[in-house]
């Protein structure tokens, strides 16, 4: 069963337009959610952390909200330098594994 | 640089041979993850270590697969008897153990099985 389900998988974008990605969760005992960026040919990178319903972060062009089901990353202004697959993974009760969802490429043109 | 390194970066090799990947883990950092990743696909847990102490490992580490971090610091991963659908991206990650820290990635060995 998938426990984490990212949408959309991919994502044009025109610079400036501003759009959101969704990540929804069907875990129990839900102890953070985490987003990343991930580079072709590189590992992920860290953006945020996310530990209780309400929660939002925020880092230059980018803000992430968490609710009991779904988080989502807004980009505001996008630069094509946000180009980027980000994934989305969350940390349950009883395990120290990250589990990631699929991610959504965001293609950011200018 | 004081981020996580994986060497090599990459590994071509035949069929049926062995092959071993050396993470070194944030230097400060005691726990240790390895996660496997294929194309469009988002990364799988393999293992975890706390210091030198492997604590969780997934259905997806069989027997040809196994692990160390002898003294806690870097890590191995081989895998034995390569097959085809070994091929795919290993990653490696640290974090401190506090609860719930984030893991941070290096940039991966891709490992192609001719």
């Known amino acids: 069963e998938d426990q984490v389900t990212q949408s959309p998988e991919a994502l044009r974008l025109q610079e400036g337009e501003s759009s959101s990605l969704n990540c929804s969760y069907t875990?129990?005992?839900?102890?953070?959610l985490f987003w990343y960026r991930q580079d072709p040919g590189k590992g992920p990178e860290f953006l945020f952390t996310l530990y209780s319903a309400g929660e939002e972060k925020e880092k230059e062009r980018l803000k992430a909200t968490l609710t009991k089901k779904e988080s989502f990353l807004h980009i505001t202004a996008p630069k094509p330098e946000d180009s980027a697959t980000y994934l989305c993974?969350?940390?349950?009760?009883?395990?120290?594994?990250?589990?990631f969802g699929k991610g959504t490429k965001l293609t950011v043109n200018p | 640089d004081t981020g996580v390194s994986q060497n090599p970066r990459h590994k071509i090799t035949k069929r049926g041979q062995n092959v071993t990947f050396r993470c070194d883990p944030i230097s400060e950092h005691n726990r240790l993850y390895w996660y496997r990743q294929t194309l469009g696909q988002g990364p799988e847990f393999l293992t975890y270590?706390?210091?030198?102490?492997?604590?969780?490992k997934s259905r997806l580490l069989s027997d040809r697969f196994s692990a160390e971090r002898p003294k806690g610091s870097f890590s191995t991963l081989e895998i034995q008897r390569t097959e085809q659908g070994d091929s795919a991206m290993y990653l490696c990650a640290s974090s401190l153990s506090s609860s719930n820290q984030p893991q941070h990635f290096g940039d991966g060995t891709r490992l192609s099985i001719l």
């Open positions: 993974a969350v940390l349950q009760d009883g395990s120290e594994k990250l589990v």
């Open positions: 270590f706390q210091n030198e102490a492997q604590l969780e």
């Open positions: 875990v129990s005992g839900l102890r953070g």
